[in-house]
């Protein structure tokens, strides 16, 4: 269906279009009139060591120097404390009626602290936020001596930024008045595209009775019509257009009033949905056969998200929380669109081949251009600004690790860019050898898989290395001992040349893994605090968790793991949810392996399970699924492993069909005379 179908189908059905449309941008306009305009105030507060404890280590007379990070359990009860029931009472009974808000401070691994309130009122909120500050102090001394600790033990607080000048919030009124709006017009065009179904089935039942209509009888022929309008769109048109806006625009940058999930690419996505939902209800477009199965595994993930987001509105959470919430159930439906539209959209095999082909050239283009920020130590996503595109979170400086900068491309992390071209390489690598491609030439072929497996390392990252090693587990065994030879030689010579090229990259590298095998691990030993701290969380709401999104590290802490983040969001059912996705992309890839009639598709059935089996190991080394751009590629990934294997099903039926017949065919029915010669007897004398 083209945009000229859908322009004529919103024409025709102008009784659904006009007045919804109407009603929403008044409705907007009501709430622009009578939403006030909110306003925050901020402060920072962080806990010293007891004068006991500094005594063990010089501080030069400045009890800052004692903010050490062995205090974090204590903030995090502390947090815990101010925003408990019997905390909000004290304090709205002290004049704090406005909402505030008490976690720990972004990107901080040390006691810090982030008080905030927002209200209507500057002078109110200023006074609210002093007395926040000031009641902190009050509760960790109140902690302390109900636990009867010795004076020269006590943790105390101290000011580190004191309660700012309210500035104004106009951003979760422009979400509201959004969010009406795009209500209206969503439901306008979905109720217009529902009355045109249902009067395609009408007009199909009146032509199989024999009635033709007025307007169908002897119509002139017509010209077939050209322009951008009525081009034929299908759903490798618009993913291809979701994955430029993806790679190439930072995740960073969204579209205002719509927050972190508010990014060009994500609402692409959601209009290639509504797009494919106008097809299917006009009869444009039939799901595929046999690709049920990750449209089955997102209906599992979007009940967990669903009875999470009823767990969240059932207790009392935070404004900041219900936010989270809300946008949990936009990024859900952009992996739901994803998978519909790669899984059930794509009708022939040329075209998902094509969508794979893009996919892996795009992502090679993201990787030179972590090459850039390698080579140059900078992060080239940060120059990079676009119209009408507000950041929705503060720009992240070039991160280093030894003395390398640690790339990130136009991702949002450097594990996120690791993470992606872990998953994206086994499909370089079944393109390159594939028979079908070998006149396109070997630079053709092998550049993807060299520069994507060349940008790994670079990320100086223990993901990134570890998926790599999963890829080259399960991809090399399975070839012929030639190439397997030939393979590991060069995997060998490429670890040489890093060591030669950059001196010391491998070293520090390996120093990663040494490090973290001995237990001797920064970044390995905080991880494993937060696992331990994550536990009361799960306590709270075992079964459906406290709401999908909202664990944010602006509230809580990161979790560096999406089993633990997935289990304190979305409890058990939802951690079974993420589980069942995994399974579901091993079993695909297994399948198309094994159903699969030639060597090729045999290797594309191993790419699919390559990829899914990184990501079931990576999620377990950070947040996967909240880096936009790595979870749409695993997303598209799976929805494209279930059409490649509704492909190979039907392929392989009609092979099945065609063997039969020819046999039955080959096999006279019984009563038919053969045709085959009788032999004559000779008289015997």
Known sequence: MSLGDLLAIMRRRW??????????????????????????????????????????????????????????????VLIRTLQSGDSAKELHSRGVTDRYTVGFAPDADSPL?????????????????????????????????????????????????????????????????????????????????????????????????????????????????????????????????????????????????????????????????????????????????????PRVAMCLLAAAVLLSYLADATRDSSHEEVLGADRGLIGLGVWVALVVLASAGIQERSRLETLMRRLVVLGTVVALIGYYDFFAATNIADSIHIPGLQSSSAGISAMDRGSFTRPRSTTAHPLE?????????????HQAFDPVRRHAGALRRWAPVAIMAGALPLTVSRTSIIGAFIVILVMVPRWKPQRRWAAIGLIVGSVAGFKVIIPGLI???????????????????????????????????????????????????????????????????????????????????????????????????????????????????????????????????????????????REAAEAEAESKARTEAAVPAPGEPSEARVPELVESR
């Open 113 to 293: 602290l982030t008080l905030s309130v927002t209200g209507t009122d500057q002078k109110k909120v200023l006074h609210e936020t002093t007395v926040l500050t000031d009641f902190a102090g009050e509760q960790l001394k109140a902690l302390q001596a109900a636990s009867k600790v010795p004076k020269t033990y006590l943790v105390q607080t101290a000011p580190v930024v004191l309660p700012q000048t309210p500035v104004s919030e106009p951003k979760s009124r422009y979400q509201s008045i959004a969010a009406v709006v795009i209500v209206g017009l969503v439901g306008a065009f979905l109720l217009s595209i529902l009355a045109e179904g249902v009067a395609v089935v009408r007009r199909r039942g009146r032509a199989q009775a024999g009635y033709v209509p007025r307007r169908h009888r002897l119509k002139p022929p017509e010209r077939a019509p050209r322009g951008l309008l009525v081009r034929r769109l299908d759903a490798t048109t618009i993913l291809t257009g979701y994955l430029a806006l993806a790679f190439f625009v930072p995740s960073n940058l969204t579209l205002p009033a719509l927050g972190g999930v508010g990014t060009p690419a994500n609402v692409f996505a959601l209009l290639g949905l509504l797009w494919y939902l106008a097809t299917w209800l006009g009869g444009r477009i039939v799901p595929a056969k046999g690709t049920r199965l």
């Open 417 to 429: 860019f690791g993470g992606m071209l872990a998953i994206l390489v086994p499909f370089a690598v």
């Open 507 to 649: 070293g520090t590298i390996t120093n990663l893994f040494a490090s973290f095998l001995a237990g001797s691990d920064s970044s390995t030993q905080a991880r494993t605090v937060k696992y331990s701290a994550i536990v009361p969380y799960l306590e709270e709401h075992p079964w459906f968790g406290r709401g999908f999104g909202t664990f944010t590290p602006d509230l809580y802490f990161f979790t560096d793991n999406q089993y633990m983040l997935t289990l304190a969001e979305m409890g058990i059912l939802g951690l079974v949810a993420l589980l069942a996705l995994f399974v579901t992309g091993i079993h695909t890839g297994g399948a198309v392996r094994r159903l699969a009639r030639n060597d090729s598709d045999r290797e594309l059935g191993q790419a699919f399970l390559a990829s899914a089996l990184v990501a079931l190991v990576i999620s377990a080394t950070f947040d996967a699924l909240s880096f936009p751009m790595y979870a749409g590629m695993f997303f598209l990934v799976l929805g494209a492993g279930g059409s490649y294997l509704g492909f190979i099903r």
């Open 15 to 76: 009784y659904f279009m006009v007045p919804l449309t109407l009603i929403s941008l008044l409705a907007g306009g009501y709430l622009y009139r009578t939403v006030p305009v909110s306003y925050e105030s901020q402060s920072s507060v962080t806990l010293l060591d007891s004068t006991a404890i500094a005594e063990l280590a010089p501080t030069f007379g400045n009890p800052l120097s004692n903010a050490g990070g062995s205090l974090v359990v204590t903030a995090d």
